[in-house]
């Protein structure tokens, strides 16, 4: 008799479906995911990738299709069913409870599956994961009090810390440096070689060919097919992922570099911006790149006046400015998408278009209705050229797909017509094809004569886009390339570290 434990895969999802109000977000999809495999789940912003690990996680029900381990059907109605089954998820939007330490954080629920154990145990636990992860992240201040990236390290401690067969990764290297990544990658590949079965979502493909042993790619909600990593190339990929090729991924157009536009001396913000001193030209893209806490988002903050600053002077076109708040600043010409699009670019319960229109609600009570015709005429251009997948303008920005409301949030900083453009890691968590349209809308740009400045941790996208790149460390300014097609990743990276 034929062993199912044996022959069967770690796991196979079949004929899975799942629709919400007015979005069929997966049809008849399938995976197979086997002992020590690390699968990369691929497909374009709202293709369905998180829909359907969710269901692995117990936060969503397919509405038909089963889900099988060992080859035993299983049934996992909640999150705790699901880590009965073994099945680790580190979702996209991270959890974490704001006023809980780190360490809580990752061992909280734990106590119903009968797991409690003493606090000070905890701590210790939560201690050797983060060193086991080489990384360091304080363990006892609250959650919100942590960065980004160091949420996502709690996220993916908490998974460590479950006694899994089956890890799920919804993109857990966006927000994490190349470092980070690297030492992640580790891990994956000791969890590998324990035969744990990894689902690993990432719109970096260099990672994907790094990390991954096959490829399952869908489309619209659609399986469209799979391979071993070794059989595909990278042409290959982006076709199934976007329906079409893509020849050039990154298509900058040099614009005649003009002026300098905006010039910043002497910026400091205590230990943080320390003596920062550069320029932004006319139809120049300026890259600015360092390791994460090098100080990059900080400094624009400070020239978008999103935090005050002790000493320093920024004019835009020889004009001294005042910058006391963002408003100022979006009054003078400068707009900063943020990095951080959860709690600083977007109103979740609000619809998409009203988060559009937000910058503009000052006008509103003028202009009234014919503001918002004007508001929902513009934003239909740019779900067109950025393929933004709503089925209406009045969805709520909470069900899109991460990347989709990473596009919202884009096209609303790209209508207020800014000078001056501060993209904070502007293409995070954006699919390949998309990300392409978004070069496309920085060499418009640029080719009517504004300025961006581009923070970015990816250097293949730093050194495609930037006509000049600026490189920070410890709050300074520690390098400049202005010969941009022939520096390399290893000369950038030098400089990040010095
Ligand atoms: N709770 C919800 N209500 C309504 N629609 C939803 C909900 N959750 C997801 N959707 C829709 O389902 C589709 C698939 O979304 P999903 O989040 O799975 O995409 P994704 O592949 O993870 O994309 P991304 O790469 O942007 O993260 C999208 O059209 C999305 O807007
Ligand atoms: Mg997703």
């Known amino acids: 008799m034929v062993n199912t434990v044996d022959t069967a895969p770690l796991l196979e999802m079949s004929g899975i479906e799942k629709s919400f109000p007015g979005v069929q977000a997966l049809s008849d999809v399938s995976l197979k995911l086997h002992r020590g495999e690390v699968l990369a789940l691929m497909g374009e912003n709202g293709a369905g990738k998180s829909t359907l690990i969710k269901m692995l996680g117990g936060a ?26 073994g099945i680790g998820v580190i979702y996209q939007e991270f ?11 990752i061992f909280l629920g734990r106590e119903q599956s009968g797991l409690l154990v003493a ?24 959650g919100r009090q ?49 035969g744990i079965g990894i689902i690993y979502i990432s719109h970096r493909l260099d990672e994907i060919f790094d990390i991954a042993d096959s490829i399952t790619v869908l489309r619209d909600g659609r399986y469209v097919g799979d391979a071993p990593t070794s059989e595909m190339t990278r042409q290959q990929l982006i076709e199934m992922m976007v329906g079409r090729s893509i020849e050039n991924e990154f298509p900058k157009q040099a614009a005649e570099i003009g002026d300098a536009r905006l010039v910043v001396t002497g910026l400091c913000r205590g230990a943080t911006v320390r003596d920062v001193c550069f320029e932004v030209r006319r139809g120049e893209v300026l890259g600015l790149t360092g390791l994460v806490g090098a100080g990059r988002t900080e400094l624009v903050r400070l020239i978008f006046g999103a935090d005050a600053w002790d000493s320093g002077q920024i004019t835009l076109d020889g004009q001294q400015l005042n910058i006391n708040s963002p408003g100022d600043a979006i009054r003078a010409g400068i707009c900063l998408l943020t990095e951080d699009r959860k709690t600083q670019g977007l109103v979740l319960c609000r619809s998409v278009r009203e988060n559009f229109g937000l910058p503009n609600l000052r006008h509103l009570s003028v202009f009234g209705v014919m503001q918002q015709r004007q508001e929902r005429r513009a934003f239909a251009g740019y779900v067109d050229s950025l393929t933004i997948r709503i089925p209406h303008q009045e969805q709520l920005a909470k069900n899109l797909s991460g990347g989709n409301q990473q596009k919202v949030v884009l096209a609303k900083w790209l209508q207020q017509n800014a000078e001056v453009l501060i993209f904070d890691e502007p293409t995070r968590g954006i699919d390949v094809g998309a990300k392409h349209e978004i070069y496309q809308l920085m060499n418009d740009l640029t080719g009517q004569g504004k300025s ?25 300014i520690t390098g400049e390339i202005t010969d941009v097609p022939s520096t390399t990743q290893e000369e950038v990276m030098g400089l990040a570290i010095n």
């Open 452 to 476: 961006i400045i581009m923070i970015s941790s990816e250097l293949p996208e730093v050194i495609g886009m930037s006509d000049r790149i600026l490189v920070m460390h410890e709050g300074r």
């Open 146 to 194: 942590l960065s980004i990236a160091q949420q996502q390290l709690v996220e993916i401690a908490k998974a460590l810390s479950q006694d899994v067969r089956i890890l799920v990764m919804d993109e857990p290297s966006a927000a994490l440096t190349p470092q980070e990544v690297e030492r992640l990658f580790a891990i994956i590949r000791e969890l590998r070689s324990q």
């Open 95 to 105: 959890n974490l409870i704001p006023a809980l330490t780190a360490w809580e954080n």
């Open 60 to 85: 969503h029900q397919p509405d038909a299709g089963t889900i099988a381990i060992d080859g035993k059907r299983v049934d996992l109605s909640g999150p705790m069913a699901a880590i009965e089954a």
């Open 119 to 142: 606090r000070s145990d905890e701590r210790s636990r939560a201690a050797a994961l983060f060193e086991r992860l080489g990384v360091q992240v304080p363990l006892d201040i609250p």
